[in-house]
């Protein structure tokens, strides 16, 4: 943040001893914080509209150009509601949930290096900071959950929670993946790691960057993994008895954490504000990770507009059984090659072609073989099911209609 | 020096709360409170409620718990192999190999006995 | 920089509740509440030693970490046992498990 | 003694720390027991930072909060139905009492004016080795690095490295028998 206190210094005409050294560190976390919560305002309305067009209709509309006023006029709405509390609710945990899940959601933007030198704080453990600080939102689950003491509330923080948890296994394996090639859990150190060897660690290790986004999705509950909110079975979830703004929080903490899959994802696996001449003129960096963000963040709007939502007992066997073991594996693989193939001195993408085949290739490869495990489960379950059906005799189900295990 | 770093942290920490907590504010002061029974009745599909949500709940969700747990302290150690793993070379590798598919033992285990199904 | 005794008073306030309430306490997953705590002790002081007294060597640190797998195995297998106990004999109540007392 | 930012966190994190500690024992509602002792362990991990130790606060967050306390919440959903009894406390409560009070002072006054006279001694010889190392840029990274080191070189601690694993194993495998032996 240092660059960053001196730009606002020269700005604003403070000398750089006048101010106490908290006030300077305030002044830049409310200049990170509201940069990151006014983010969500703008892709909440990038979500309408594009998902609006997968499933051919317009989307918002009405409220300013494009519609580009619909998520203002939303929150004026929620301002507006009433606050309600159940009369048996518990009252400390009910009230500090919401709070609690946007502290664990916009901790995570203080270790995102915007741009060369633009970073919150560059720990040394950058990369375990976000992963411990987002866990803290399962406890934040498990408060609303049983704060609200609803039946359907807790059921879903839950299962809420177990899928959390289940979740994070193989987003850390598949973290590990990118701290191993760089030596170092600062995400500085990533992302310089990734600027000195002039290509991405994306293409050392698809199938990790594959499953760390498959898994983040997860935990913040998209489709097809929003079964933590799912309406129709668990009249959504944990947040039932929610109303006004503390339901807004909810949301809000849900789309801040959608959208900071995007850095995280690109710092990591797509080298940062790494991009040509970034170095050299910082600000492109911080293009470079808008674009590469939004990419990451194009792709999980695409799923949530395509896919279907998991049942609960797919959801839980598509990580423990398909997901974790791959994640293993792809780690002892990247690992051993890693240690096989020594590192070169950069030299780009033409340069290491060798290398990047046999990592990429390997990597893309168990993707292949654990995805092959997986069909023939599914074709398994279904037949199996099929059976099921037939012995039944149920007059109106067939394997086809009831779609399940792995589809 | 890191503690300098973690100063930001520290300093985040405690406006983060601000965050949220200025809109809940602002709602609570600008909308109306008239709460009555039927409105601050536990919702469920306006079927009445009987007793209280603080019930029971199935043993699967504490396998799932347990597996994660042991999956997680693992950290502990494979972060920092994962650091010094190309300063050291091979023996990390089996060393590390060794850790991890002794674990990955446990999880076949959980996986034949079923521990992993939901039902 | 604070001075050593200080941490010390935490990790001694911290691991007399600690046993207060492993002692105290009848359900059995408030004992093991207890032990965390008495254990998050140990390894206060652990690290504040490690970093005070010799801050060169690794070995407070490596210790604290088995300290965090001993805690995490204990949890895990303590809190199946009280799960067992639950099912079989319905109580969670430690003075009511006595079976092996003598 | 000078009032810094950091004696100004470490108070915050020591009263953090004990009186969540407090509640944790006195709480009548294991729910909320639970959720202090998350606090508690909170300010621990505080603390850790400012022992410059960052790498454990994370882990302490990552196991403690994420992990061992939701396995402690799930149980307390299993095993709900029995936990509505009045007595908090068992028989042994005030003998318990005194003895956590004799405790905290034998430690008090034990343990202290030792760390003081090695530390009175020590710090003195190690006030260089400690500057050098806040001074160092990049001293954090380097504990961790060294701590994987440690684990995996035969003169540091790759026996126990493995042996834990064993550990972890065991008692997964036992965990998940004991408490799946009501369906078998």
């Known amino acids: 943040m240092e660059q960053l206190y001196i730009d606002l210094e020269n700005y604003l005409g403070i000398g750089t001893d006048s101010v106490p050294e908290v006030v300077r560190l305030a002044i830049a976390v409310l200049v990170l914080g509201t940069i990151f919560l006014l983010a969500p305002i703008l892709t909440i309305w990038v979500e309408r509209k594009v998902a609006a067009r997968f499933q051919n209709r317009i989307g918002p509309n009405r409220t300013g150009p494009y519609g580009l006023l619909q998520s203002f006029a939303d929150v004026l709405k929620l301002i507006g509601k009433e606050q309600i509390m159940p009369a048996h609710a518990d009252r400390i945990p009910f009230l500090f949930a919401p709070l609690l899940m946007v502290v664990s959601v916009i901790m995570i933007t203080a270790v995102i290096p915007l741009m060369p030198n633009y970073i919150g704080a560059d720990l040394s453990i950058g990369a375990l900071y976000f992963v411990a600080i987002g866990s803290l939102s399962t406890i934040a689950v498990v408060m609303a959950g049983w704060g609200s003491n609803n039946k359907y509330a807790l059921l879903g923080a839950f299962r809420t929670v177990a899928q959390l948890i289940s979740y994070e296994i193989p987003l850390v394996f598949s973290l590990l993946v990118p701290v191993l090639f760089a030596g170092t859990m600062s995400m500085v150190g990533i992302t310089q790691a990734q600027a000195d060897l002039d290509y991405w660690y994306i293409f050392l290790a698809p199938a990790s960057f594959l499953i760390f986004l498959f898994s983040n999705l997860a935990e913040i509950g998209r489709t097809p993994f929003d079964l933590l909110e799912a309406e129709s079975e668990l009249v959504a979830g944990y947040q039932i008895e929610y109303s006004a703004m503390p339901w807004g929080m909810f949301m809000l903490s849900e789309f801040l954490h959608a959208f900071l899959i995007g850095p995280l994802v690109a710092v990591l696996f797509l080298g940062g504000w790494d991009g040509p001449f970034a170095e050299d003129v910082p600000v492109l960096g911080v293009v470079y990770l808008v674009i590469k963000s939004m990419a990451v963040y194009f792709l999980g709007m695409w799923m949530r507009a395509t896919l279907p939502r998991f049942r609960i007992d797919q959801l839980m066997e598509f990580n423990w059984k398909f997901l974790v073991p791959l994640s293993i594996a792809n780690l002892l693989i990247a690992s051993f090659l890693w240690e096989l193939f020594p590192e070169p001195a950069g030299g780009g993408l033409v340069d290491n072609f060798p290398r990047f085949i046999v990592m990429g290739g390997s990597s893309l490869f168990t993707l292949m073989v654990g995805l092959e495990f997986l069909r023939r489960k599914s074709v398994e379950d279904r037949e199996r099911i099929a059976r099921l059906i037939d012995e039944k005799n149920y007059p109106l189900a067939t394997a086809d209609q009831t779609g399940v295990a792995g589809d | ?119 | 920089m604070v001075p050593l005794w200080m941490y010390l008073v935490v990790s001694a306030g911290l691991f007399s509740i600690g046993a207060f309430g492993v002692l105290s306490r009848r359900n059995a997953i408030a004992i093991l509440m207890g032990v965390e705590l008495m254990l998050n002790a140990s390894n206060l002081n652990l690290v504040a030693f490690w970093r005070y007294i010799n801050p060169g060597e690794i070995n407070g640190q490596v210790f604290a970490a088995f300290v965090f797998v001993v805690a995490a195995a204990e949890a895990a297998v303590g809190l199946a046992l009280i799960i067992s106990i639950y099912v079989k004999r319905h109580t969670v109540v430690a003075e009511d498990v006595n079976l092996l007392k003598w | 003694m000078e009032l810094t930012w950091e004696l100004v966190a470490f108070l915050g994190f020591a009263v953090m720390t004990l009186g969540s500690g407090l509640m944790v024992v006195t709480s009548s509602n294991l729910f909320h027991s639970v959720l202090f002792l998350m606090t508690s362990l909170f300010g621990v991990a505080g603390l850790f930072v400012l022992l410059v130790a960052p790498f454990l606060a994370a882990i302490q967050v990552l196991v403690y909060i994420g992990a061992i306390a939701v396995l402690m919440l799930f149980v307390i959903m299993l095993t709900r139905q029995v936990m509505s009894r009045p007595e908090l406390y068992n028989q042994q409560m005030a003998g318990a009492l005194v003895a956590a009070a004799i405790l905290f002072l034998a430690l008090l006054f034990v343990l202290t004016p030792l760390a003081d006279e090695i530390g009175g001694d020590v710090a003195q010889v190690n006030a260089e080795v400690i500057a050098e190392a806040d001074d160092a840029p990049d001293v954090d990274y380097i504990t961790v690095e060294e701590l994987g080191r440690a684990f995996v070189t035969r003169n540091g601690f790759v026996l126990p490295f493995e042996v834990t694993s064993i550990l972890l194993t065991a008692a997964m495998i036992g965990a998940i028998v004991v408490a799946r032996e009501d369906e078998a």
């Open chain 2, 1 to 119: 020096m890191e503690l300098n770093q973690w100063a930001f942290v520290g300093v985040f920490f405690v406006l983060a709360w601000a965050f949220p907590l200025a809109p809940i504010v602002l709602n609570r002061l600008v909308a109306p409170s008239r709460p009555n029974k039927i409105k601050t009745d536990i919702y469920e599909c306006g079927v009445e409620t009987v007793g209280d949500a603080w019930g029971q709940m199935k043993v699967q969700y504490y396998l799932y718990a347990i597996i994660f747990l042991v999956f997680d302290i693992e950290m502990v150690f494979l972060f920092p192999w994962a650091v010094a793993y190309g300063a050291i070379g091979m023996s990390a590798y089996l060393a590390g190999a060794v850790f991890i598919l002794l674990l990955l033992e446990g999880l076949l285990y959980a996986w034949r006995k079923g521990a992993l199904e939901w039902t």
